[in-house]
């Protein structure tokens, strides 16, 4: 998988890193991620930040920019490029990186709990040292003047949900702002990778999100290959195929579901509810996890696939293809559910584009991407992956993209598992070289996640970050509140359904 | 459309029960379903391959024997796959959950029977009793029919938050023990705790507990909550819930299944009765 080593990176000095990403972007290149890394370990004398981007022609672009270690800081990316607000805030925590003129200076990953001054992704920091508790005030963004008041709400919520904390401003019921307050459930996910060897990190890096498992464990594997000069089976390119659009399909069956659920529509909730716990059950047979964990691993498949459940498994999954068409259609007609979903939490082309919106949330609002089209891995390159789009941004948009997205994954499955070639399931990894960099981008049921992996000594993990969909889409979220009423954010909120864990990590 | 509205109505008559038969039948498992995998003391070489490919170290070789911890066990079955001559085993064992951390480790000998909980093999050689309803039995005897749970997430990857709330749909369907998740602790008897226990969420999760009224219990539920799992030794928090909150039950699994969810819950209700 050569196309995700990393290819040449521009070095710039860190007083022109926010023009340089600026010119890029203005030259039509798709911004993904920015990593902050600690050059100490590699005989560097400071710290440093790189930028990844999408060029125009699915190429990636590197820039990156050597920033000192003590406060002085860089010249903020944010101002040019929004969509690097969280990542610029992100490193400032975990590294020490400061956004000079960064519009939203706040702490994002460590809350009041940790102490100043303490960057857990430093290597100077010993993987499990827990730092004394620190008592500082949260100051959450909030809109002040008459008739306006601020609505708190978690990070324990009413359901089953993840932890997070949501900072409305209204008058009445309109929503002026929402603050969204995430990392909650920030794990040090990272920080424990670094060290380890490459082969042996794959269950930890995959438990980034219980049900984005795949997704991760894709990005991971073909990183790890591309360091080792591995390359994975084909069988295994096919079974990944099959295995993501598995991911696709219980997640985007269950978000139809939870939609229903988030407008009280019991039947609709019910009768999704109930396919996707056939798809988990299918999964389980297949590989002996409900979640496809452990399945996907560097070299290969972690463990064989179980013939007789992938003899069934087109059968069952067009069967439930073709009643996850008949609950759509019965939603559909119901004037009082589409109702509630048209023209709610409406997210305008622009805005989406500006915070690098990705997966349903992107296509909803018309941005025409997917990364199994636009730059396939394992063995999307054969496929004709079809890509739905709308328009409208709102509720009934995701709605309508998510439905039609897994009706085209439960094909994919189908056709995956039709072409799955005979051969062997894993072939050994060969050596990797310290300070080699791999960059792997997978287009998760939530949208694009990325991973970027570099090689420390002896076959180890010197940094991996993950950049989830999730982590990408949140901002949208709060964006798409303002002008809503506070009842419908468990709608708009479901509409999106980004997770919580492949975010905080 | 009126014919959509009466679909809706109907198509539970046509389409008949849909819910599981779990805990009066055994877990409806598939052959490559992954438990707490076996071990075949006679046949072990002691190479220690099964320790070394452990990814949370959960398995150790020890003078007096061979150990298991459950608790921090991802039922992953990487050693079973790396066992050289087949002592390891794989199994659909998944009813695991106990009231002490200590019944979590399991001696290689079977059988593995714990006092206060059952894990491993001998569970299948004690199940003597079916009762179908054990566990609405035991809401109705001991808290009055109903047990409301309250969720709380202390920082999990989301898998085993996802598995609860697969107990809500109709296959699992967890009401018809009188089981429900409230929105408030103050309406809960029971926590169901989620995660390491990051320290992000350590001062929430601790006035979530305190906001239950008396009497309160709290299930472990997972590898994190138990013991940490893959993120055990972490900087972020803590090596699960045990040092902040009380735990009555420990569920293990990565995640543990819905069974196994139900299986806790029961056993929380002291009426786990074991099928013959």
Known sequence: ?505 | MPFDVLDRYLRPLRHGRATSRYPAEAPDLSPASRGLPALDAAACDRSGSCAAVCPTGAIKLESDGWRLDAGSCLLCDACVAACPTGALGHTGEIELATRRRSDLVVLGEPPWAVEGGAAGKALAEARALADANALATAIDRRLGRSLHVRHLDAGSCNGCDWEMSALLNPYHDVTRFGVDFVASPRHADVLLVTGTMTRNLEEAAVRTYEAMPEPRLVVAVGACAIGGGVFAGSYAGRDGIGEVLPADVLIPGCPPRPEALIQGLLLLADRWVPRG
């Open chain 1, 1 to 505: 998988m050569d196309e995700t080593r990393a290819g040449a990176c521009a070095q710039v000095p860190a007083s022109g890193l926010a023009e340089a990403v600026g010119r890029s972007v203005a030259a039509g290149g798709r911004y993904a991620m920015l990593v902050g890394l600690d050059e100490r370990s590699l005989g560097g004398a400071g710290l440093g930040l790189e930028a990844v981007l999408v060029g125009p022609g699915g190429d990636l672009e590197r820039i990156r920019a050597a920033v000192p270690l003590d406060a002085t800081g860089y010249p903020s990316i944010t101002p040019l490029v929004p969509a690097a607000h969280w990542d610029e805030r992100e490193a400032r925590d975990l590294l020490g990186t400061v956004p000079v003129g960064h519009p939203d200076p706040r702490r994002l990953v460590l809350h009041e709990r940790w102490p100043r001054g303490y960057h857990p992704l430093r290597k100077d920091v010993p993987v499990g040292a827990r730092p004394p508790l620190a008592d500082r005030r949260f100051a959450p963004f909030e809109v002040h003047g008459e008739g306006t008041y601020a609505l708190p709400v978690g990070p324990i919520h009413a359901g089953i949900i993840e932890p997070g904390h949501f900072r409305f401003s209204a008058i009445g019921e309109r929503v002026l702002h929402l603050d969204p307050r995430l990392f909650f459930a920030h794990r040090g996910l990272e920080k424990l990778a670094e060290g380890r060897p490459l082969a042996g990190a794959t269950p930890l890096i995959e438990r980034a999100c219980g049900v984005c498992g795949v997704a991760h464990g894709v990005a991971w594997a073909s990183a790890v290959e591309a360091l080792t000069g591995t390359r994975a089976p084909a069988r295994a390119a096919w079974a990944r195929v099959l295995l993501a659009e598995l991911e696709r399909l219980y997640n985007h069956v269950g978000d139809l579901g939870s939609i229903c659920a988030g407008i009280g529509f019991g039947s609709g909730a019910a009768r999704l509810g109930l396919l996707r716990e056939r798809l988990v059950r299918a999964n389980d047979a297949l590989v002996g996890h409900r979640y496809l964990a452990g399945i996907v691993v560097p070299g290969g498949l972690g463990r064989p696939l179980d013939a007789a459940a992938l003899a069934a498994l087109p059968g069952l999954v067009a069967d439930i293809e073709a009643q996850v068409a008949a609950a759509v259609r019965s939603i559909v007609r119901s004037d009082g559910v589409m109702a509630r979903l048209r023209t709610t939490g409406a997210v305008p082309a622009e805005t989406a584009a500006a915070l690098g919106a990705t997966g349903v949330a992107a296509r909803a609002s018309g941005i025409d991407a997917d990364l199994r089209r636009d730059r396939p891995y394992a063995a999307y390159a054969e496929l004709d992956v079809s890509v739905a789009t709308a328009a409208s941004g709102d509720v009934a948009a995701r709605f309508h993209v998510r439905a039609q997205e897994a009706a085209a994954s439960a094909r994919l499955v189908v056709e995956a598992a039709r072409r799955l070639p005979v051969g062997e399931d894993r072939v050994p990894l060969g050596e990797a070289r310290a300070g080699e960099v791999a960059i792997a981008g997978v287009e998760g049921p939530r949208g694009a996640s990325w991973l970027w992996l570099r090689a420390g000594d002896a076959g180890t993990v010197d940094r991996v970050r993950l950049r989830s969909a999730s982590f990408a889409n949140w901002p949208l979220v709060a964006a798409a509140m303002p002008g809503n009423v506070v009842p419908d954010f468990p709608l708009i909120n479901k509409s999106f359904e980004l997770c919580y864990a492949c975010t905080d990590r």
